[in-house]
């Protein structure tokens, strides 16, 4: 069954960066992009940026670049988040979802538990 | 950018309501629209997708409706476990904005 499991909470403080995993099981990793989302505490769901773990492409939300890289290693199926100059607004859960294209059925169809990143001084 | 407005914030229903939530987009977003149930302290689950596609799963009280850009998520039959907060998300042109989401109470 698709699986993804992703990295434990973060503390950390203002400037500095921050890399969250996401590893994939149960499907042909290279053959899905991975998205990334985070909710801030009591907040809605916020989108992020993704990439593409044939080829590393990625793309993010204008409010993100410069600040966000996205990676890969498809060595052991996992995707990586980083974001740097950390702000304490940066603080939420920070997931990974696997976004189905079949037919153009677009959703985002599995997720990993979140990750709790925390930034404060 | 598009956006996406979902209305009511909140609701309270009874156990055995029929809920609708309306998500409009402010430009035509076609039938790229999912929603999605997040219960407190879990990940968000995928309910429907291509506006009125039930996932695999998925009780079938649910459903969806819509296109262009007023979308429709409908609970036929209100259960305990739906207590949840709902969003809406669009997939068109390479963008994927989230509504602010629909907090669903039971009364």
């Known amino acids: 069954q698709v699986q993804l499991v992703q990295s434990g909470a973060e503390a950390k403080k203002p400037g500095a960066s921050v890399k969250v995993s996401c590893q994939a099981s149960g499907y042909n990793f290279i053959a899905y992009y991975m998205h990334w989302v985070r909710q801030a505490p009591g907040q809605g769901l916020e989108w992020v940026g993704w990439i593409n773990p044939r080829t590393g492409d990625t793309g993010s939300a204008q409010k993100f670049q410069g600040r966000v890289t996205m990676t890969r290693d498809t060595s052991i199926n996992t995707a990586y988040i980083e974001l740097s100059s950390l702000r304490s607004d940066d603080t939420a859960i920070y997931y990974c979802?696997?976004?189905?294209?079949?037919?153009?059925?677009?959703?985002?169809?599995?997720w990993g538990q979140g990750s709790l990143v925390t930034v404060s001084s | 950018d598009i956006q996406l407005t979902q209305s009511p914030s909140f609701l309270s229903a009874s156990v055995g309501d029929r809920v609708t939530i309306t998500c409009r987009a402010n430009?035509?977003?076609?039938?790229?629209l999912a929603w999605y149930q997040q219960k407190p302290g879990k990940a968000p689950k995928l309910l429907i997708y291509?506006?009125?596609t039930l996932q695999s799963g998925v009780p079938s009280r649910f459903s969806g409706s819509g296109s262009g850009t007023e979308f429709t998520l409908t609970v036929s039959s209100l259960q305990p476990e739906d207590f949840a907060t709902y969003y809406c998300q669009q997939l068109n042109h390479y963008t994927w904005t989230f509504g602010q989401g629909t907090k669903v109470e039971i009364k």
């Open positions: 291509a506006a009125s």
């Open positions: 979802a696997r976004f189905e294209s079949k037919w153009e059925l677009f959703c985002f169809d599995y």
């Open positions: 430009q035509d977003i076609s039938s790229y």
